[in-house]
């Protein structure tokens, strides 16, 4: 089995590239991350004629989290056990929405961005986390993939220049000790072993030609249960899909992350 994350940065608007990649990629399933839509905005037609599956969960024009699948969609959930909600009154986002599929419990997850060190925004990013790993540790025993746009950088190395982040959100030590936990609490970072060097990035910001010159984060990540883990036969990143020179109209701003199963 083929599965995939990618923060499309709104369906709608790059359908035709998801239709492609699924096709182009032999994907069974893939998570999909910043929709920006409600459900029935969705153009899911197409997907629907190539016997793909839908799940999604959106509520404005922000954020919007969904499950493309074509080996089952079963038990959806929206949203994790106390995820916790942003503003004053507190509203849950559509963030995190789960699904098993052929057998594998798959959370496609947008984690907040947390905007900047002193703003509420990276206090709920810390909450939401929080919050997200002690779901998560009721999980371990299955095969179970957190995947999508984590909004954080682990290591030195998943940013192009870490002294220009000195001062922002996604490398400060609260934010890498969140990532961390899931790892202590033995969640595996699926993809790190089939991605080293030069070539982790999976965003590049559209500001000053950042693809072009390499200067990218990476943020996008498949973590699995040890069971799903031993399952893990191949992993890439495909930049393709981020290469304005590459396929029919503007890219996202994210690649894809693929994993292969045994």
Not at 115 to 136: F, G, I, M
Not at 140 to 150: E, F, K, M, P, S
Not at 214 to 229: C, E, K, M, W, Y
Request: with cysteine; hydrophobic share 40%.
């Amino acid at each position: 089995m083929r599965i995939a994350t990618w923060n499309v940065n709104s369906l709608r608007t790059r359908i035709d590239r998801v239709e492609a990649f699924l096709q182009r990629h032999d994907i069974d399933v893939l998570a999909v991350q910043e929709t920006k839509a409600r459900e029935e905005q969705l153009p899911i037609m197409g997907l629907n004629s190539l016997g793909y599956e839908v799940a999604a969960a959106g509520y404005s024009q922000w954020n919007g989290v969904a499950i493309i699948s074509r080996v089952g969609l079963e038990d959806v959930a929206v949203g994790f056990p106390g995820q916790p909600g942003f503003g004053d009154p507190a509203e849950v986002e559509a963030r995190a929405i789960a699904a098993t599929c052929g057998g594998v419990r798959v959370w496609s997850l947008y984690v907040p961005n947390g905007r900047k060190p002193d703003d509420p925004h990276y206090v709920y990013k810390l909450e939401w986390l929080a919050r997200l790993r002690e779901a998560a540790q009721e999980w371990r025993g299955d095969d179970v993939a957190l995947v999508g746009d984590w909004n954080i950088c682990p290591t030195d190395e998943d940013v192009f220049d870490v002294k220009q982040f000195a001062k922002s959100t996604h490398v400060t030590p609260p934010e890498r000790a969140a990532f961390a936990g899931f790892l202590d609490d033995g969640y595996v970072d699926v993809v790190r072993p089939h991605a080293p060097g030069p070539d982790v990035y999976t965003y590049w910001d559209y500001y000053r030609q950042r693809f072009e010159r390499n200067r990218g984060l990476r943020i996008d990540f498949v973590l699995g249960t040890p069971s799903f883990a031993a399952r893990v036969t191949g992993a890439f990143i495909d930049r393709d899909e981020r290469d304005p020179a590459q396929g029919t109209g503007a890219p996202s701003d994210h690649a894809p992350v693929v994993v292969d199963l045994g």
